[in-house]
């Protein structure tokens, strides 16, 4: 059974900064390019940034260069760390797993930023 488990979500006021995790088991993680994306309330959900299996990434605009995203092999975990963060970061979170095989979802975690 394939389960992605997020966490590190929370209540953070702007400008602060938040580790988001996302442990895969269930599948053969390294083989798995692994991405974050959100929802707003109201909003539909958006694609937040990626991983590849070779490690290379890339990010949507709205947090390139205040995100990062990384991957642990050897945890089946993928990372978001999250900086500078504002208002309108406030969603929740979900890990996505992507492969040949298929893709799978997380159950999200909340990111909620206000003052």
């Known amino acids: 059974q394939v389960q992605l488990v997020e966490s590190g979500g929370g209540l953070v006021q702007p400008g602060g900064s938040l580790r988001l995790s996302c442990a895969a088991s269930?599948?053969?993680?390294?083989?798995?390019?692994m991405g974050w994306y959100r929802q707003a309330p109201e909003k539909e959900r958006e694609w937040v940034a990626q991983?590849?299996?070779?490690?290379?990434?890339t990010y949507a605009d709205s947090v390139k260069g205040r995100s990062t995203i990384s991957r642990d092999n050897a945890k089946n975990t993928v990372y978001l760390q999250m900086n500078s963060l504002k208002l309108d970061d406030t969603a929740v979170y979900y890990c996505?797993?992507?492969?040949?095989?298929?893709?799978?979802w997380g159950r999200g975690t909340q990111v909620t930023v206000a003052s």
């Open positions: 996505h797993a992507r492969s040949m095989s298929g893709d799978y």
């Open positions: 269930g599948i053969n993680f390294s083989f798995y390019t």
């Open positions: 991983i590849g299996i070779t490690g290379i990434t």
